[in-house]
Structure formats: structure tokens, C-alpha cells
């Protein structure tokens, strides 16, 4: 799938420049997901967040704990494109 995540690179803060299967990149700031609370919340720990790595086999950034966000939210973040249509806003970012 397109928005799969290869590759992805820490700038500064909570920013992650990412790179897509199909080429495409972009940055994301990730510090909103903090407020959004639940397993979001050790993101407030700049070590933890600093951890993210990409799951290949599910072509998005994951953390230790199984924590992850749908490479669908991080593709329309990254690169302003619109969510595909089966997603629900409000849903896609976790």
C-alpha cells in the first residue's frame, strides 16, 4: 500500500521527517498525540518518543509496547493529501 512507511528520521522536538513506499515524503509533528492521552501519554517522555522505529512488516512507526499510529494519518500529516475515504476523521490517528 502507498502509505506504508519506509523510512523515518528524527529532526528535532517531536518532529519525524518520514518517507513513503511511493516516494513521497514529509514532516510530521507529532506532539499533539500527547494530549490525546492513553498510550500516547509516555510520548511526554522525549527518551521513550525518541525510541520510534519502523515496522516493516506493517509499514508504520511503532514504539516498545505495541504502540503505533496508522500509517494512513501519518501519509495525510506528512504530505497534506486527503484521508482515503474509508477512514473515519478523528479515528485515523491511532
Known amino acids: 500500500m502507498y502509505y506504508d ?7 528535532e522536538g517531536y518532529e519525524l521527517e518520514l518517507i513513503f513506499e511511493n516516494g513521497k515524503r514529509g514532516i510530521v509533528d507529532l506532539r ?3 494530549k490525546k492521552g492513553g498510550v500516547f501519554s509516555r510520548f511526554s517522555e522525549m527518551e521513550y518518543f525518541k525510541q520510534f522505529y519502523v515496522n ?4 508504520t512507526l511503532c514504539w516498545p509496547d505495541a504502540v503505533d499510529i496508522a500509517p494512513e494519518s501519518l501519509y495525510h500529516q ?9 477512514v473515519t476523521p478523528g479515528k485515523a490517528a491511532v
Do not use: D, N, Q
Open 78 to 86: 506528512a504530505t497534506g493529501e486527503p484521508l482515503p475515504s474509508w
Open 5 to 11: 512507511v519506509i523510512e523515518a528520521r528524527h529532526i
Open 56 to 59: 516493516k512488516e506493517i509499514g
Open 32 to 34: 499533539a498525540y500527547i
